[in-house]
């Protein structure tokens, strides 16, 4: 696939999304800091030097559901980053990745409208490696090289991450093979089926309840009275 990269820019999804139209299928954004990065709910995302951010476009859609593609990110970043020996990497509901209990990425998926019709999807993936994390985050947040301290090569685990996302994809697009990658997302959870937890839903509202089933695309939790509750956007407290 083509790599575009940058040593700075503003954020890489933000140009893969104005830049669709021209760019073929599976480009890579790729940037060495970002100035104005941003995640779930528009917050801003911290990229400084030396963490690994970058957006993949997807376009012409084979796969047109957007939470598949969240999924396919996920457990190629949990892969890869388990394969480097950080062994409890796990996915977070929707798109966290966490170690030890901290968030070390985040995966971000936007969809990209001519009108009614969705032309493309850009995935934008941002993974703590040598970055320095403001101290604000520290409590919440960290980088594969405090976990070891070491140092590790950014194009390397680019290539190891990509890789990863192709042989996911066309496992995917084999009929009688798409459940593979639901399982693989299903055993990499950081939360799973029977476990109590609490989602926050907004600024002011909480819920907690034991999860009875978990998709990318819903999070059904039972709460104390029995009822059932669907969430499909949401955050788990941790
Ligand atoms: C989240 O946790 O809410 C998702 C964070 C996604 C951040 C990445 S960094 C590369 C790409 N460019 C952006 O502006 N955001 C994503």
Redesign the pocket.
């Known amino acids: 696939e083509k790599i575009i990269s940058f040593s700075e820019i ?7 999304i104005e830049n669709l139209d021209r760019l073929p299928y599976g480009t890579v ?1 790729w ?1 060495l800091s ?1 100035t ?6 528009g ?1 801003s ?1 911290s ?1 400084g030097d030396g ?5 993949i476009i997807f376009k012409p859609l084979q796969i047109t559901e957007p939470n598949a593609y969240t999924k396919l990110l996920s457990v190629a970043v949990v892969e890869s980053v388990r394969d480097l020996k950080y062994r409890n990497a796990q996915i977070k509901w929707p ?2 990745i966490l170690i030890n209990g901290k ?1 070390v ?4 998926t936007e969809s990209v409208f001519t009108g009614e019709r969705l032309k493309g999807i850009v995935v ?4 703590n490696v040598n970055n320095e994390l403001p101290h604000e985050l520290k409590s919440s947040a960290t980088s594969l090289s405090s976990i070891k301290n070491e140092y590790i090569p950014l194009n390397l685990l680019i290539e190891k991450i990509l890789r990863r996302v192709e042989v996911l994809r066309k496992k995917y697009l084999i009929r009688g093979k798409t459940k593979y990658l639901t399982r693989k997302w299903k055993k990499l959870q950081a939360f799973v089926e029977g476990d109590e937890i609490t989602v926050s839903l907004n600024e002011n509202e909480k819920f907690t309840g034991i999860i009875k089933r978990i998709s990318p695309a819903l999070l059904q939790l039972q709460s104390d009275d029995g009822k059932i509750h669907n969430i499909v956007s949401g955050e788990i407290i941790l």
């Open positions: 503003d954020s890489t999804n933000k140009f893969a954004v940037s970002q104005s990065a941003y995640g779930r709910y917050r995302w990229s963490g690994l951010w970058f957006s798109n966290d968030k990425a985040g995966i971000l934008g993936v941002g993974l």
